[in-house]
């Protein structure tokens, strides 16, 4: 029987936020984050769960695949395997994957069909390959690449600094499948025993990831610090980058940033050193914005391109963004809405489609739903559990966005399911937790009741396309929640629930061509209330991953304040025995372990 289909997979492989990437004849067929699947944020390690998902998803083996192509920002990957064999990185390869992995087809695989590629030049290729653009210009800010010698694209010569600096802003131009890199700034190691922490290197990102870590005590806290920044006061903090004729300087720390975030130190909320971290942050977001604010000018003027594709890490704040879309001079801006390092499964499945296999672009990545779907019978299965019918009552609805709706403009708080899962780390409408943003103290009811998050971070809304520019200011549209706009003055009082303290919000709008569930809720919501907005979260709690199953669904729901969940078109609520149920299953047992032990076999992962 021929082969009907030409299928490329994508890894990225080892370090944070591993994923993969399946296409199918050159347009995405699934993708997934690892820590979707193992419910460990930013999982590392080993790749096999993410390649049995997409493949199962699909109904292929591993060998159907025609192409396989990888990358790993801290060595290329045959390097980093030949390491692993004889040498323990639990943070890379956990104990636990470890002989799972020596036995894995791919682990140090030999084979034509397995290519590696660098760090930047897969997030380019993450960028471009996937916009709506026929050529355009391309930039990549992140923490970390990889070093100088494992580059593989020509760019153009430099200060001749050492093979060890590390990939931190590269800049491309592309025409079709041909891209050129134009620009690449590098990071050199920095001193001591610490030398290998990249937030100790002189770079743009990892400069940000360096506050987060004094802030936060977290490197990978940068969309906190950003919320952060508008509490800050002008001007009180040095700068902590500098720039002049394009080259970009991290001066050294001076002893007035002595106030570090101490583990176990007691509350964060209270700390005295709270002004000086509001202040630091805002001084971090203002020099962040106005260096991608010069270099995407830079980028402009030396190229004339109207087009402007973005990825990297540093392209998740939405804030920078929104400036560089108003005032950098682009007619057009698209970025990936998987712009970090999960998004890299993408751009190594496209350079391999483009570059190694010669195929034609053919596809448009105009929504980020690339899970895999989960039928009613699933869903179903998921509520059938013992422990979980008792607590709840379920039934079908004729009309489920009319209902949902309902529920919503009565305050409650939604927890909704639909559809595949999004990719990248924004939840944009099918794993999400939905509420009614007329009210300010919606904010305060979602973090007590579902987030436990620090109160000063703010809620994003979803809109309708539409009434986008009635609501917000700016032309530039924002699909994938990843540009932050002001808040019209005539709407602020109206929707208080989604305003930041500088009036702004992180804005998703919603088509009915993309999400026809979501925007059929928008419009009945809008119907009832006359407002086209509403508050979209991440279906999750505080330091757990935006959930991915039904089973993962009905868990967060049980143990949360959630007040309805709604899966398909069924509507769930908890009854009068979730009050007596839900302490004993807290004190005798994980809720997802109980939940998921009883279901048939179709109720769970893939994979």
């Known amino acids: 029987m021929p082969k009907q289909h030409t299928y490329v997979l994508g890894l990225n492989s080892y370090d944070h936020d591993v994923s993969a990437c399946l296409l199918r004849d050159g347009a995405i067929a699934f993708a997934i984050s690892k820590e979707r699947i193992t419910r460990e944020k930013h999982a590392s390690g080993f790749y096999k769960e993410v390649i049995d998902y997409c493949l199962a998803a699909e109904g292929i083996a591993l060998d159907d695949v025609d192409l396989i192509v990888r990358n790993s920002y801290i060595l290329p990957v045959p ?36 290519v590696s590629i660098s760090h930047h030049l897969a997030h380019a290729y993450s960028a471009f390959a996937v916009s709506p653009f026929r050529d355009g210009v391309v930039m990549i800010v992140d923490g970390v690449g990889n070093y100088r010698s494992d580059a ?35 990071m050199e190691p920095a001193r001591g025993l610490l030398s290998d922490e990249f937030y100790n290197m002189p770079g743009l990102g990892a400069l940000y990831s360096r506050v987060s870590t004094y802030v936060f005590g977290d490197w990978n806290k940068c969309g906190e610090l950003m919320g952060l ?34 583990l176990d130190s007691g509350s ?24 991608l604010l010069a270099r995407a000018r830079w980028l402009r003027e030396t190229t004339g391109a109207k087009n402007l594709c973005i990825a990297g890490g540093v392209a998740l704040n939405c804030v920078a963004n929104g400036r560089i879309a108003r005032e950098a001079g682009f007619e057009n801006i698209w970025i990936q809405p998987a712009a970090g390092d999960d998004g890299i499964a993408i751009g190594c499945a496209y350079y391999g489609w483009l570059e190694v296999l010669k195929q034609p672009r053919c596809f448009v990545m105009d929504h980020a739903y690339v899970g895999r779907p989960y039928s009613d019978n699933e869903v179903a299965a998921a509520l059938r559990n013992f422990l979980v019918r008792i607590q709840i009552d379920a039934r079908r609805s004729d009309n489920i966005c009319r209902d949902t709706a309902r529920l919503l403009a009565d305050q409650r708080v939604i927890g909704w399911f639909q559809g595949r899962s999004e990719f990248g780390p924004r939840a944009l409408g099918n794993r999400s937790l939905i509420a009614d943003p007329r009210r300010a103290e919606m904010k305060d009811i979602l973090n007590s009741r579902v987030k436990h998050r620090q109160a000063f971070r703010p809620f994003a809304p979803i809109v309708l396309t539409e009434r986008m520019k009635e609501v917000f200011e700016g032309e ?6 990843l540009i932050a706009k002001p808040v019209r003055p005539e709407w602020r009082d109206r929707i208080p629930g989604i305003v930041h303290v500088d009036g702004s919000a992180r804005v998703q709008s919603v088509r009915e061509a993309t999400n026809p569930m979501l925007y059929r809720l928008l419009k009945e919501f809008e119907a009832l209330t006359g407002v086209p907005v509403l508050i979209n979260t991440s279906f999750n709690v505080k330091g757990e991953p935006i959930i991915e199953t039904p089973e993962d669904a009905v868990s967060c729901f049980l143990t949360t304040g959630i007040d309805n969940l709604v899966m398909h078109d069924t509507l769930v609520s908890k009854n009068r025995m979730h009050k007596i149920v839900a302490p004993v299953v807290k004190t005798f047992g994980d809720v997802t372990t109980i939940v998921a032990a009883t279901a048939p076999p179709e109720g769970g992962r893939a994979g």
């Open 229 to 262: 920044a508008p509490y800050g006061r002008r001007e009180q903090v040095g700068h902590l980058l500098e720039m002049t004729d394009g080259k970009l300087k991290v001066p050294f720390w001076t002893a007035e940033n002595q106030q570090p975030y101490v």
């Open 79 to 114: 390097e980093m395997e030949e390491r692993l064999v004889h040498q323990d990185m639990p943070g890379f390869l956990p104990i636990a994957e470890r002989d799972e992995a020596m036995k894995h087809p791919l682990f140090r695989a030999k084979s034509d069909k397995v």
């Open 476 to 481: 530039e549209d924002s699909p994938f929640m």
């Open 268 to 291: 964060w909320e209270k700390s005295p050193a709270m002004r000086h971290w509001k202040d630091i942050a805002w001084r971090v977001q203002d020099d962040t914005e106005n260096v």
């Open 152 to 186: 593989m694209e020509p760019y153009p010569s430099d200060d001749g600094g050492s093979p060890l600096a590390r990939e931190s802003e590269s800049y491309y131009r592309f025409d079709g499948v041909r891209v050129e890199c134009l620009k690449k700034v590098f």
